[in-house]
């Protein structure tokens, strides 16, 4: 059963390295841009205050660890989102989630029984 459990988990490193990049807000703030439409580095980085070889270090962060995917096309580097990451991501909370929710659960009915057992 142990072997079960770990063969559906996603790799740690590569949960570690989604959620490291989504730290950053600058970095959530390009995926987001990228989670409506592909975009140019030059447009990605136009709202940014802040020099293009920083901005590309967000991008570097955001490609290694899979949530963007680039293609160049002559002179220009488009980015568009790679939604298996995210996935990983979303996996990972919503088991979280199902396991937070179970043991407030089993709290609320262990005070509930206690209550009761003081009530009588």
Not at 37 to 47: D, G, M, T
Not at 89 to 118: F, P, V
Request: hydrophobic share 40%.
């Amino acid at each position: 059963m142990l072997q079960e459990r770990t063969a559906s988990m996603p790799n740690p490193s590569a949960v570690d390295g989604i959620f490291r990049a989504l730290a950053d807000p600058t970095r959530r703030s390009v995926i987001e841009r990228l989670s409506a439409r592909q975009a140019s580095v030059s447009e990605l980085a136009a709202p940014y205050k802040m020099a293009l070889p920083s901005f590309m270090e967000h991008l570097r962060v955001l490609e290694d660890c899979g949530l963007v995917r680039s293609r160049k096309e002559g002179r220009v580097r488009t980015y568009q989102v790679a939604s298996e990451q995210l996935k990983l991501a979303e996996d990972w909370l919503g088991k979280q989630r199902t396991l937070w929710e179970r043991r407030l659960d089993r709290l609320d009915n262990y005070l509930l029984s206690i209550r009761e057992e003081n009530a009588e």
